[in-house]
């Protein structure tokens, strides 16, 4: 069972870089769901999608992007990366109330 | 502006003892609460959840206490494991809302 799959695991960039953060799910859920968690802090939302085709941001939206092209993929787009970029990324797919997450992508912007 | 608190860091408990981790919240429309798990370079997993129709949901080792009216809600674990040893993450939304609202996290720690 893949559940939620990221990559990847890690990733060091320098100012001003750009990359993509890789999900995918196959539970074929609708929802899916980009967070970022920053040492002693919770989850706060960048961005997410209700179905193929349909974004919208969430609390924390500035510096990144996506797109949802198929119900399976969720790629998460950091432009001109910043030190304050430097976190833990989550992406998370949910159908009805439970929401299921990968193992993460550890981001350091240097 | 926080809606989901977990207003304890960390939390300590001797193998075999009751764990109470504590969670308020500031949304009166969520309705729906779950608790995930979450181990050191792991995503977080889904632990228990309870919907606001229930004052109490039990499953194994983990109980939630929902209690409306004062917006809070608490998950008890009992016996302890050194297994249980990780961070707790309480979480909320709404029946028609689009994402789950996390608290900052409490971070447990059961001693043998």
């Known amino acids: 069972n893949a559940g939620v799959t990221q990559t990847p695991k890690f990733r060091i960039l320098k100012i001003g870089q750009s990359m993509t953060l890789q999900c995918a799910q196959d539970m074929n859920h609708n929802y899916m769901y980009w967070y970022r968690q920053d040492p002693g802090m919770g989850l706060k939302l960048i961005y997410y999608?209700?179905?193929?085709?349909?974004?919208d941001k969430g609390e924390v939206p500035n510096g990144y992007n996506v797109s949802r092209s198929t119900t399976e993929d969720f790629p998460l787009r950091l432009e001109l990366a910043a030190p304050s970029q430097t976190s833990v990324y989550f992406c998370?797919?949910?159908?009805?109330?439970?929401?299921?997450f990968g193992q993460g992508t550890r981001l350091t912007v240097v | 502006d926080q809606q989901v608190k977990q207003n304890s860091p960390s939390l300590s408990v001797q193998e075999g003892r009751i764990s109470i981790l504590n969670c308020d919240y500031t949304?009166?429309?969520?309705?729906?609460f779950l608790w995930y798990k979450k181990y050191p370079a792991e995503g977080p997993t889904f632990l228990i959840s309870i919907s606001s129709i229930k004052d109490k949901n039990e499953d194994g080792r983990f109980t939630v206490f929902l209690n409306k009216s004062a917006k809070h809600l608490s998950l008890h674990i009992v016996p302890s494991q050194p297994g249980d040893s990780a961070v707790y993450f309480c979480?909320?939304?709404?029946?028609?809302?689009?994402?789950?609202?996390f608290g900052k996290g409490t971070s447990l720690l059961v001693t043998p």
């Open positions: 949304n009166s429309m969520f309705d729906y």
């Open positions: 999608s209700v179905g193929a085709g349909i974004t």
């Open positions: 979480a909320a939304s709404t029946n028609s809302g689009y994402a789950l609202n």
């Open positions: 998370a797919s949910r159908k009805n109330t439970e929401a299921f």
